[in-house]
């Protein structure tokens, strides 16, 4: 493989005390659903998320395993999961350089955090490392590339589609990257489709436009934000004006790639 790309990096410790709000419309439970069955279906004991954040996946799974474990690097984010008094352990560390001997994990699983990775691919092997033999790594979130999916971000903040480009790998070449690492039946399947249209106004008040709200928009500078703000100002004022409501759409699927470890 050629050298690292520059990744933009997301300041998770400053965004620590608000990510939660994105959790508040409590629509993000058949993620966790899909979770919770494969970790039974494997009957996991052990179970390692790498990029935890605030806990909200650990919490969702709790139930099932007794030894569950969250990494992540951001300690402002441990410290919030953390608050959340789980039955969990909390780790500081890296997904490249996962701290844990081979065969520690019946299922290892990340959620919208594999393309804040430096180095993904070697996560996905590291992943395999620390994994028991038929064991399972789950990488959960969505593709940009992904067709049918709209979101409105995208249109009035500009670059920030093309930076998602370069951010996410697609399923196709994390699906690759698992094959030749040492996993098999490695399938995609789709979880959640998050449909979330805002009408007129109401789009002001999507917690999702708040500047630490989501990653594409952490990533902005302030001006490049403050225009984006300002061409949904305008383009409400005008569609008010013909007596119009604009609707600003989210439609994004939310897909789980899986893969078991083959035997050594
Ligand atoms: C978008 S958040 C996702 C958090 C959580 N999985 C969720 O879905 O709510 C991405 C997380 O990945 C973590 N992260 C970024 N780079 C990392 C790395 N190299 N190793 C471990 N964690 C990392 C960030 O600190 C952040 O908490």
Same mark, same amino acid.
């Given at each position: 493989? +050629?050298?690292?790309?520059?990744?933009?990096? !997301?300041?998770?410790?400053?965004?620590?005390?608000?990510? &939660?709000?994105?959790?508040?419309?409590g629509?993000?439970?058949?993620r966790?659903?899909?979770?919770?069955?494969?970790? !039974?279906? #494997?009957?996991a /004991?052990?179970?390692l998320?790498?990029?935890?954040?605030?806990?909200?996946?650990?919490?969702?799974? +709790?139930? @099932?395993?007794?030894?569950? %474990?969250?990494?992540?690097?951001? *300690?402002?984010?441990l410290?919030?999961?953390?608050?959340?008094?789980?039955?969990?352990? $909390? !780790?500081? +560390?890296?997904?490249r350089?996962l701290?844990?001997? +081979? /065969?520690?994990? &019946? $299922?290892?699983?990340c @959620?919208?955090a $594999?393309?804040?990775?430096?180095?993904?691919?070697t996560? !996905?092997?590291?992943?395999?490392?620390?994994?028991? *033999?038929?064991?399972?790594?789950?990488?959960?979130? *969505? /593709?940009?590339?992904e067709?049918?999916?709209s979101?409105? %971000?995208?249109?009035?903040?500009?670059?920030?589609?093309?930076a998602d480009?370069?951010?996410?790998p697609?399923?196709?070449?994390?699906?690759?990257?698992?094959?030749?690492?040492?996993?098999?039946?490695?399938?995609?399947?789709? %979880?959640?489709?998050?449909?979330?249209p805002?009408?007129?106004?109401?789009?002001?008040?999507d917690?999702?436009l708040?500047?630490?709200?989501c *990653?594409?928009?952490?990533? $902005?500078?302030?001006e /490049?934000?403050?225009?984006?703000?300002?061409?949904?100002? %305008?383009d409400?004022?005008?569609a008010e004006?013909?007596?119009?409501?604009?609707?600003?759409?989210t &439609? #994004?699927?939310?897909?789980?790639?899986?893969g078991?470890?083959?035997?050594?």
């Amino acid at each position: 493989m +050629g050298g690292l790309m520059a990744r933009p990096k !997301v300041d998770y410790d400053r965004i620590a005390p608000e990510y &939660d709000q994105r959790y508040a419309a409590g629509t993000n439970t058949l993620r966790g659903e899909a979770l919770l069955a494969l970790a !039974v279906g #494997l009957h996991a /004991d052990r179970i390692l998320e790498v990029g935890c954040g605030t806990g909200h996946w650990l919490a969702a799974i +709790g139930s @099932v395993a007794q030894g569950l %474990v969250g990494l992540d690097l951001s *300690s402002g984010m441990l410290h919030q999961a953390q608050q959340r008094r789980g039955p969990w352990g $909390l !780790v500081r +560390g890296y997904a490249r350089r996962l701290p844990f001997e +081979g /065969d520690s994990f &019946d $299922l290892v699983f990340c @959620v919208n955090a $594999l393309h804040h990775f430096e180095r993904p691919r070697t996560f !996905v092997h590291e992943a395999c490392r620390v994994l028991r *033999s038929g064991g399972a790594l789950a990488v959960v979130g *969505s /593709d940009p590339r992904e067709r049918g999916d709209s979101w409105y %971000v995208y249109d009035y903040f500009a670059g920030t589609y093309e930076a998602d480009l370069r951010r996410f790998p697609a399923w196709e070449t994390v699906a690759g990257w698992m094959a030749a690492t040492g996993f098999e039946r490695i399938a995609r399947v789709d %979880v959640e489709r998050i449909h979330d249209p805002k009408c007129g106004r109401a789009v002001l008040d999507d917690p999702f436009l708040s500047k630490t709200a989501c *990653s594409q928009l952490a990533l $902005l500078t302030a001006e /490049d934000y403050a225009a984006g703000l300002d061409r949904i100002q %305008v383009d409400l004022a005008r569609a008010e004006a013909r007596g119009q409501a604009l609707v600003f759409r989210t &439609d #994004l699927s939310i897909s789980m790639l899986a893969g078991y470890r083959a035997e050594r």
